[in-house]
Structure formats: C-alpha cells, structure tokens
C-alpha cells in the first residue's frame, strides 16, 4: 500500500496509523500482505477528492489463501475453553481502547464522518460490543438435560460452524466489522471479512489489535476486494461454512442464490426504509429534534435512519415548517473540524445517486429545503445538502426506495390505522419509531409496526446487549446480544441410553425377530 505522491500532506495528524497499513490490504495469518489481482484501488477522502492509500485488491487467490488460514486456525481455536476465548476478548477490547483515537481518525478519513462522531460512537460503541462479546463467551451453553425418553438422557450441545464468510458495507465499516467478528470468534469460529473497498482501513487495524491482543493467527483474516471477485468467490467457497452479509437487499439476494448451491448457513442484514410515525399527541419540538437527528445520523447512510415521516395531519404543517428550519441550520464542513454535524457522502458517485433521487421527485414532489450541492469550500467533496421532501405519493420512488443519503420524505395520515398501515406498506422492515404520550398508542405502534426494531420516542440508538436485524426484504438473523452469538453455532442433540444393555425390545420394533 503506498501513499500517492498527489495526495496533501497531513499536518495535522488525519490519519496517524498510516504506516501500519503500508505493506497491502490483505490480512492473512495475522500478516498485511498485496492483494495478487493485479489490478489496484485507492482509498479516497470524500472530503476532498483526495487519495489517501492506493492498494492491490484481492484476486481469488488471496480468498483461497485467507480461508485455508482460518480452517488451519479452528481445530484450535474451537477448542480453547470459552474462558480462554474470554481472556482473549477482553485484552481484544483494551488494545482497542488504547488505539482509540488512531481508529476514529481512520474512520473519519476514509468515510467522511465528523470526528466528533467516531470518537463519541463508532469507536467507543465498537469497544463496547468487545467487551460484550468477551463476558458472552463465557455463557454459551445448552438449555436442557433430562430423561425425556424411557431410559435415555438427553442434552444439547451448542458448537461453532467452522470458517465463516462476512461481508460488511462501507457505511459503518469499523462497527460491521466488529459486529461481524466479535460473535462469530466468540463462539469457537474463525473467520474471513471482506469489508467494502472504498473503506478498508479499519477493519485492517482492527484485525491488527486482534492479533497484538493475542488472538492466534488465521482466526481473522481481511480480504480487500471486489464483490464480484473476492465476495463472490467468499461466498461460494467450499470450506466456508457460514455467510453473514450486511448490505443492499438486491445483492443480499446474490449472496443468498451463490450460498443456497453449498448449502451454507446464511446471515442478511439487508436495506431499510425506516417510518417515523408522529401521533397528533407527541412532543413536536421532540419530534422535529428526533427526526432531524435520526435522518442525518451518518449523512443519512444509514439502514434504520429516518427516511418516511408519517405525521398525523393537525401536526403535519407545523413539522414540515420547523423541520426544514431546524435542517437549515445544520453545518457541513470538513470532518475533522470542530464545528462540523455533518460530513460528506462516502463517494461522489453515492452523492450523485441520491442528487438524481431529489432531482426526480422535483416532478412529483416538494422539495421543501435542500436538494443541492453545496458549491464553495466544499465544491471538491462529496456533500449533499440536507434535504426535505414534502407531499410525495406513497406509492413514489421517493417513498418506496433506498435513497442512503440525508433525505427525510414528510407526509401526512389521518386515522391511526392509517398511519400504521402507511408505515407498514414497503418491502422493508428493519427498523421504525412512534411517537406519542399515550402509551396504549405507542404499545399498539410497537405490536402492529413489522420491523425488528421499533423505537418510542426516539430515533437511532443501539447497544451491545439487544439485537440488531430485520423483518422482511431487510432480510434474517441478529447482529449484537445474546441472540447474534448464537447465530455463529450449530445445536447437536446427545442421547445417552442409560442401562448399558443392548435394548432388544427397541432392535424388535425396528427390525423384527432375528
């Protein structure tokens, strides 16, 4: 990996850990090493335009090379005892917090986030789930013993899978990784990610603090490449036993086609459109504040962001109004600046995407505030205003479709049914909120909205004890909590006859006098 001789210096200190990343983007057997596809990528600041890193992507060969690392790891590493994993997990989490601000400035860079947001939740929410995942290793255990047949005791053993294959997006790629990773090591597997190529860079370190916390070589292993090389090759490897998949339903469906041909065990985290449904009861000042935040979080990439705000009709005027003021007066600026709420898209190609999104609805739709592209300092990044959009049909592009950018749709319902109903009436079901002071409405919010999180009174927050996953096209499985461990396991049922005697009264029922 080299640092283009185009790109500014950095003196102040944007990205300290670049020199632990100068030998490639590949990390197998706790070792950086090039990718062999020949063909090479840049990290870029889309704060800027500017190159950071440039690396050789992975090619098949790399794929091949990280699974038979991480088979060569399992027998081992499945069977330390959960508290040596344990041990391992907890000096995982303090390597990390000792890297803490090399991991948020990394994150900032490649991804445009403000600083002042990696280092207050992705870096500190990733150090969390760590240590989660540490105490949770301890406490992975079947949920029964007992004579439930004559003579015979039965119980059940919980094992890991073997070589799992994960494929994490660009949006959270230091937090995906740890989702990804924590659970699958915890419960005996090793494992192979492929974070997205536009952001590899944390991921990279973060494999690095598993090593330097004494994890063994080859239990995690980074392939940086393509989806149509490395991730399809990832997936439909033989001796990978699980795929765990965070991204765009559209591909999650790919994922899912190439792994049915190997019978794997499959883990989707896919898209989301997530409703924000205000009852003519809630707090609006709260509301406004929820949905500004809970659309903006990340520059609206984000799977469970506010996208549909569903507003009772006696509030619907006055949020539309004090929501686009409150949009307003958030400030764009450069991530590492003090001052900044908002960062930039991940890539100028994504800030284009949801451009052509706002510029369609201009024919359907009201652009309330936003829909730009800032012109000035920030001319050369890929920034979006933040952007309202009032009076959309339900049934419109806008409404029904994965913008990924700091878009908010607006409209209005009558009837709580109807509100409900409207909330309901997308493909997708990962996340929602309700809000409302009567808490008979919120808990029939909660009970009738099909997502696999319902928020009341709030937007966004997540924490390592409660899981995180979807209903729907948002696709299976849980990320985080109790319930994500046990993802990363296969249920063996054992059956001790007890009599120790050959039970010839059963051998005549089956075969018959012999």
């Not at 507003?311 to 005027?317: A, W």
């Amino acid at each position: 990996m080299q640092n283009p001789g185009s790109t500014t210096p950095d003196p102040v200190g944007r990205f300290p850990a670049r020199e632990r990343l100068a030998d490639g983007a590949q990390y197998i057997a706790g070792r950086l090493r090039e990718g062999t596809s020949g063909r090479a990528h840049a990290v870029t600041d889309p704060a800027t335009g500017e190159e950071v890193l440039t690396y050789e992507l992975a090619g098949a060969d790399d794929v091949d090379a990280a699974v038979a690392a991480a088979r060569a790891a399992f027998p081992a590493w499945a069977g330390a005892t959960p508290g040596e994993r344990s041990d391992a997990l907890h000096r995982f989490a303090a390597v990390l917090a000792d890297h803490a601000e090399d991991l948020a400035r990394a994150e900032s860079l490649q991804c445009g986030k403000p600083l002042k947001l990696t280092r207050e939740f992705d870096v500190p929410g990733t150090i969390d789930n760590t240590a989660f995942f540490a105490g949770a290793a301890r406490h992975l255990q079947g949920r029964s013993a007992g004579e439930y047949s004559g003579d015979h005791t039965s119980y059940v053993r919980r094992e890991p899978v073997g070589v799992v294959g994960s494929i994490a997006p660009w949006n959270y790629p230091l937090q995906m990784a740890a989702w990804k990773i924590l659970p699958a090591i915890a419960a005996g597997n090793t494992i192979v990610l492929k974070p997205a190529e536009l952001t590899p860079l944390t991921s990279l370190l973060f494999a690095q603090a598993a090593t330097a916390a004494g994890i063994p070589d080859g239990v995690v292993n980074i392939v940086t490449g393509t989806g149509r090389e490395a991730g399809e090759r990832l997936v439909g490897h033989p001796d990978v036993a699980m795929t765990s998949f965070t991204g765009s339903t559209a591909v999650g469906r790919r994922v899912a086609e190439i792994a049915t041909a190997t019978v794997k065990r499959l883990h989707l985290e896919l898209g989301g459109k997530a409703p924000f449904v205000v009852f003519d009861d809630a707090d609006l000042d709260a509301a406004v504040q929820g949905a500004v935040a809970g659309s903006l979080i990340n520059t609206g990439q984000d799977c469970t962001a506010a996208t549909r705000a569903y507003v009772q009709r006696p509030l619907y005027e006055a949020f539309v109004e004090r929501t686009a003021a409150l949009m307003e007066t958030v400030r764009l600026g450069d991530p590492f600046a003090a001052g900044t709420d908002l960062g930039p898209l991940v890539s100028h190609v994504q800030r284009d995407r949801v451009a052509a999104f706002v510029d369609r609805a201009r024919g359907y739709a009201r652009v309330v505030t936003g829909g730009e592209v800032p012109q000035g300092d920030l001319k050369n990044g890929a920034y979006y205003l933040p952007t309202l959009v009032a009076d959309a049909a339900q049934d419109s592009e806008i409404v029904q479709s994965e913008i990924f950018g700091p878009v908010l749709v607006v409209l209005p319902f009558d009837s709580d049914d109807e509100g409900i109903a409207l909330a309901n009436d997308t493909p997708y079901g990962l996340a929602a909120s309700a809000w409302s002071r009567d808490v008979y409405r919120a808990n029939r919010a909660t009970r009738e909205i099909k997502a696999g999180c319902v928020w009341v009174n709030d937007h966004i927050p997540i924490i390592s004890e409660m899981p995180h996953g979807g209903y729907k096209a948002s696709g299976f499985g849980k990320d985080m909590s109790a319930y994500s461990f046990e993802e990363y396991t296969q249920i063996k049922h054992v059956m001790f006859d007890n009599t120790a005697v050959v039970r010839k009264d059963w051998h005549r029922t089956v075969f018959g006098d012999r």
